[in-house]
């Protein structure tokens, strides 16, 4: 069965593809769509990225989104009083890299619910952004080196493509080839195991979640500098898209356990059936029972793989 | 104890030739027994000889491929677990849960109507239908306390009385005693006498051949999936069970002991932890095996976390090899030289999800790193060690791919040990090494645990099996409320002055709390 559940999420996107190429040739399968499309899911498959890495560790991250939106904030207020993007781009991936220690900490050494932790942190988060941002868009003093990082392209492929490539691959390596990505699914196998047979579980939880924060604060200036503008709610839509992606990723491995090139699957499937449904004209509101009942599809088909 | 005197009357339980096949897997074939009431019945096997699928089948989680099942005579069919229970059978686990916040009348009651006064759930009523038999059967068990309060034998009894009092009538308990030091076990088969003398028929699975040789009135061996031998009255012994298992008899231990003139690995001085009360003073030579016995919660596994950094130490100090050391974490205690085998594996020792060699090489992944110095696992080292560590514990597996908890019980201990088996150690640590394994399995890890200290390391053991630490142990130590309270040297201890010297008081009906 499980067999079924793995190949058939390769075989969903597949078949996705084809069904939108056959009902929209002209609008879907063109290369100015597919571009448009890795624009659309670099933001995305980043923010998934975060998300991973922290349920590889059996944990949660709601601050994901909040972490984004503190970071591009930090960043346009910055520019906005004038510094250079040398010193705003990295004090905003600093701000996102401390909320994530933050939860880590609250998870990892006081044994908070990383539920509750993430979801009481990124709201102290998302305030931050409304006390920083005043609470309306900002836009002003954007300098070009800064719109570049995620509106340019490279060797006639959008740039934001390169950062799926470099985070997600960098992500990959680290969790399947590296000792530390060997703890992180240690934790997640069995946290208590993990720490008696000696593993700094504290200090890795720690990091995870401090990485997750670092990861999510880069996607969120990344969208800053897509869109050129700032709202202290910007990150907030994430949420939900990313840990689909994740769960409908977790349908691809054997034992359910999730993983970059799953998650990426996820990101992928979302993005095309979103941006399939938009070209045929599906009303939103059709679009968001779908993308809802997807996921609790990918569930459902894990839990019968795993019952096995 | 005696025979029931009403093995004659007509059964309430038959099984008759039941089959079960998964795949080409054979897991029972002609599998048969007869159940009376008021009769307690053992059921042993090896891992593996259809024991679990048995219960399963008896419990209606899985139907039969062949055979008859007949209740009180009559052929029944079990499609689902409900129909079984109907039937008044009572599969309980030792571990089935309860819910920890609520006390023993409020476990009893889970799952089952309330009694109700003018719409209200009606406790007085609870109270009475619980207090009635428990009064008869476990008088001593509190329950008006949260079970998380209670011990682990307190919480077995009120899964016995759950069950007692939902019209249970044929109890079948698996592993039941596993948990439970020898004493508990014994307060454990009184309760089960008072059971079974209420005409409650019992089915015993267990490991320990001893306590079904004690317990049980007749016991039926399975293996290779089929009932081979049902013995009883004199030829209810632990040879026997052994023989018709199928299992080698335990080879008569050879073992000699360390030499006198080894050097002393491990010293400990005025060892104090937040439940070792009394300082401890200890000194382990090399090639030495120390067994620490005692009830749950006595301090003899809290000496071993300590000395493995995952408790903390109030006062004293250790010294290895002559070398002062503090630990703080199990990182530091590996680095000493230190290895470690947990007690229950299930919760604190296997990565289920996870593969054999991930399994076996997390604890030491540094040593695998490529040129000795880049982060990176390398593969191949890391395959070639789990096999060599494998043959070295002789585990038995598909391939070093599959996940651990396809593995049997015994093969994921031997998985635990295996992660230990590359490297000499200085002092090694094993908390309850044979729990939930079968007699072979056993028999080898006592094997790999003599060879262990054979290769010079200093062995501390602390289990709650009397035959383990008197077989095991160079010395057995017993602790008794955070301290050590007799010691004797390999031939001196007998079982008997072991369970003595646990216990807190001489054995005393009115003592069910054990600490």
Known sequence: MHHIGRFGTVIAFVLLCVGFSIAAPAAFASQANVFNLLQQLATLSIVATAATLVMTIGEFDLSVGFAASLAAVVCFVMFGAGYSPWLAVPAAVVAGLLGGIGNGVLVAVYGVPSFVATLALGTILSGLSFGLSGGGSLFQNVPAEFTSLGRGSLLGVPVLAFWIVVVMGAASFVLSLTEFGRRLRAIGGNMLAARLAGLPVRRDVIVTFGVAGGLSSLAGLLLASRLGSVQPTMGEPFLLPAYAAVFIGTTASPTGSPSIPGTLLGVAITGVLANGMTILGVEPFVQKMLTGAIIIVAVLVRRLGRAR | ?515
């Open chain 2, 1 to 515: 104890m005696s025979a029931a005197g009403n093995s004659s009357a007509s059964p309430v339980l038959v099984l008759d030739g039941l089959g079960k096949s998964f795949g080409a897997t054979r897991a029972l074939d002609r599998a048969s027994l007869s159940l009376a009431a008021g009769e307690i019945l053992g059921l042993v096997g090896h891992n593996g000889a259809g024991k679990s699928t048995l219960i399963k089948i008896v419990g209606g989680a899985q139907a039969p491929d062949r055979g008859k099942i007949l209740v009180d005579g009559m052929p029944v069919r079990f499609d689902t677990p409900h129909q079984s229970y109907a039937a008044g059978i009572r599969v309980i686990h030792q571990d089935a849960p309860l819910v920890p916040a609520f006390d023993t009348i409020d476990n009893c009651f889970l799952g089952r109507p309330y009694p109700k006064r003018l719409g209200t759930i009606d406790r007085s009523a609870m109270r009475q239908a619980i207090a009635s038999v428990a009064t008869e059967i476990a008088p001593e068990l509190p329950l008006y306390r949260p079970v998380a309060e209670l011990t682990v034998a307190e919480r077995q009894f009120v899964r016995l009385l759950r069950a007692v009092v939902d019209a249970g009538r044929m109890l079948i308990l698996d592993e039941p005693t596993a948990a439970l030091p020898a004493e508990d076990a014994r307060r454990f088969f009184e309760v089960l006498g008072r059971i079974r003398s209420r005409g409650t028929a019992i089915v015993f699975v267990s490991h320990r051949l001893d306590e079904v040789v004690e317990l049980c009135d007749r016991a039926v061996v399975l293996r290779d999936g089929a009932s081979v031998a049902e013995l009883t009255g004199d030829d209810l012994s632990v040879g026997r069970l052994i023989a018709e298992m199928g299992g080698g008899a335990a080879a008569a231990s050879t073992r000699t002991g360390p030499s006198p003139a080894a050097p002393a690995v491990l010293r400990i001085l005025g060892f104090r932890t937040p439940r070792i009360g009394e300082p401890v003073s200890l000194t382990v030579r090399a090639g030495e095996v120390v067994a620490l016995y005692g009830l749950l919660g006595s301090g003899r596994s809290s000496l071993l976390n300590a000395l493995w950094g995952v408790e903390p130490i109030i006062a004293g100090d250790i010294l290895i090899d002559e070398v002062r050391y503090r630990p703080h974490d199990p990182g530091s205690a590996v680095k000493a030289g230190i290895s470690y085998v947990p007690a229950d594996r299930h919760r604190t020792g296997l990565f289920p999800a996870l593969d054999l060699v991930f399994n076996k090489t997390l604890p030491l992944l540094r040593s695998y790193r490529r040129w000795g110095v880049l982060p990176i696992p390398d593969a191949a080292a890391e395959r070639r060690a789990f096999l060599e560590a494998a043959r070295n514990v002789s585990m038995s597996f598909g391939s070093p791919a599959q996940l651990a908890r396809t593995l049997s019980g015994g093969n994921q201990q031997k998985l635990i040990f295996s992660r230990w088996a590359n490297r000499h150690s200085k002092v090694m640590l094993l908390d309850e090494p044979t729990e939930g394994v079968d007699v072979m399995a056993k028999q080898t890890i006592k094997d790999i645990i003599h060879a262990i200290a054979a290769d010079g390391d200093a062995v501390l053991v602390s289990t709650s099996d009397r035959e383990e630490a008197l077989e095991l142990g160079d010395r057995v130590l017993v602790f008794r409320d955070g301290a050590i309270v007799e010691q004797w040297v390999r031939g001196e201890a007998t079982a008997a002055g072991l369970s003595a010297a646990a216990q807190a008081k001489p054995a005393q009906a009115a003592t069910v709390r054990a600490r």
